[in-house]
């Protein structure tokens, strides 16, 4: 399918979220948007996508003036779409999930359903996406489930793919079967929009890059050029890809855990005895491949996963088995993983969500009524401190991009005074910009004196932002090692191999 864009402007009242797009996508191209958070990558997919409607231009598709009133005209046209936030409905299986809103019957029975399971089985085949039709989605590990995602938008013959940061929440072995099935499907004839801050992966599969920023094409980069001009040019301005940090000796110990038990969902232990310090002033990072009983062991500690055996102190104080909010009050700032479900109320404010926390309590409230001048003036600060792009500060959370969403997170949680810093995945789904501007918030707090542990799939935030990193593998840690360490030990580590000089 050939997608050509002529001049697409869209608007949400007065704001303009994108101006005047041109943008072309050749059969059996991989083309590549590129863009800092906010910058109107979404918005124009889903216009593509009949979510939207353009208030200006033209969609081409073809050569035939097109326009979708909505996404179901745009399936029936062969264009499949992953969002940027999941759109599966947890407890249906697989195929339930694959024929929502369009069952192959009216009523949707037996035959039909059996129908449809096949159809997944040689849509799966044919590209190579192993999944079980029949699984329960929540049941399934992130990587699976982003994987019926795409087997939802391919089952319906689509000829254009549009992936919307697919690989924000995949483990780097996931991401590079992605990427292989990418190329197949581009070398099947098949146009693929792409949408990633992952500036490897760009240059990795990338035919053709567009760079968009503040709504506009501001031109086409090359698959060739360094990840520091990609950077810039999205930006618009130099980005430093490494982290400063000056050596800073730890103090007393902040975070002790003790030999951690915790069980997952279906009750098996996930962390199965883990034990970990986190010292003041001192960035811990913990690597390892996703699944392996991280986020577990961050939801053991922010209180919301209970404990089975072990101890977890802060500065002495046992918070082991204690509710998320005592465990708030003991000076523990958490970034959960997932932001939409644990870290947001959608249905609120920017304003609000930056005060989550501590909405009843000075400066925020007095004597039980809130201040709103005083949640209005914080709003303003972390906005304008965090580059956050939103309308306003009164406009729903929901309706900022998924970058700046996160950074309301992040904003919200390193603005409180803290002994502990517990992050997961802090800077997924950020742009270039936006993440060196978070580790060096994250470092300055470190110099403050405040205990950081950061759990990251991405070993390059691990080696950037670590006096330690510690490595889990199988609900144990593998190694803790100085981030001097090889690339190949931490690999191996994450494995679960045993290796010499684990002396950190
Ligand atoms: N429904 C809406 N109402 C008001 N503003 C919106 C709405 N949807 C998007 N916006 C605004 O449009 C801008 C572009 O958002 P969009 O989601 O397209 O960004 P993006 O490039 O995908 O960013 P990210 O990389 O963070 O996902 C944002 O500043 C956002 O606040
Ligand atoms: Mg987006």
Request: with cysteine; aromatic share 2%.
């Amino acid at each position: 399918m050939r997608l050509e864009l002529r001049g697409i402007t869209k608007r949400f009242g007065t704001f303009t979220a994108n101006h005047q797009i041109d943008l072309t996508v050749e059969p059996g191209q991989i083309h590549c948007l590129l863009g800092e958070n906010g910058a109107g990558k979404s918005t124009l997919m889903n216009v593509i996508f009949g979510l939207l409607q353009p208030d200006e231009g033209e969609i081409l598709i073809d050569g035939v003036p097109t326009r979708f009133a909505n996404s179901g005209e745009a399936v029936r046209r062969g264009i499949g779409m992953v969002h940027q936030h999941f759109m599966l409905v947890p407890v249906f299986s697989v195929t339930e999930n694959v024929v929502l809103g369009f069952e192959p019957t009216k009523s949707f029975d037996r035959l039909d359903h059996q129908r449809a399971r096949e159809e997944i089985r040689s849509v799966s085949q044919a590209y190579n996406l192993e999944v079980d039709p029949d699984a329960i989605v929540e049941e399934l590990p992130v990587g699976l489930q982003q994987r019926v995602e795409i087997l939802k938008a391919l089952s319906h013959d689509a000829e254009l793919l549009i992936l919307d940061e697919p690989t924000a929440v995949l483990t780097p072995q996931e991401i590079d079967a992605l990427m292989a099935i990418m190329r197949s499907l581009a070398d099947s004839g098949k146009s693929i929009l792409f949408i990633s801050h992952k500036l490897k992966e760009v240059k990795a599969i990338s035919d053709v890059i567009t760079v968009i920023r503040q709504g506009e094409v501001v031109g086409s980069a090359q698959a060739t050029d360094s990840e520091a001009q990609l950077a810039s040019m999205m930006v618009g301005r130099d980005v430093t890809l490494t982290v400063d940090k000056a050596v800073v000796a730890p103090g007393e110990e902040v975070l002790a855990i003790t030999d951690l038990v915790v069980r997952d969902d279906r009750g098996l232990p996930a962390v199965n005895g883990v034990s970990l310090s986190v010292r003041a002033g001192e960035i811990v990072a913990l690597a390892g491949v996703q699944g392996n009983g991280q986020t577990e062991l961050v939801e053991a500690i922010a209180g919301m996963r209970p404990v089975e055996s072990g101890t977890i102190t802060v500065r002495g104080v046992d918070i082991t088995n204690h509710t998320p909010r005592q465990v708030l009050d003991a000076g523990v700032a958490h970034v959960p993983e997932d932001r939409q479900l644990h870290g947001l109320v959608l249905s609120m404010s920017v304003a609000d969500n930056l005060v989550l926390n501590t909405p009843r309590r000075a400066p925020f409230a007095r004597r039980g009524s809130r201040n709103l001048a005083a949640v209005a003036a914080n709003a303003e600060q972390l906005v304008k401190r965090f580059d956050i792009r939103t309308t306003s500060t009164q406009a729903l959370v929901s309706s900022l991009s998924g970058g700046n969403q996160q950074k309301v997170i992040v904003a919200r949680e390193l603005s409180r005074p803290l002994s502990l810093f517990v992050a997961s995945q802090p800077t997924r789904g950020l742009d270039v910009g936006s993440i060196e501007y978070v580790h060096r918030q994250i470092v300055s707090q470190r110099d403050e004196g405040i205990g950081v542990l950061i759990v990251s799939s991405e070993l390059d935030e691990v080696l950037a932002l670590g006096d330690r990193i510690a490595v889990m593998h199988a609900g144990q840690i593998s190694g803790v090692v100085d981030p001097s360490t090889s690339r190949e030990t931490i690999g191996l580590l994450m494995t679960g191999a045993h290796v010499e000089s684990t002396n950190a």
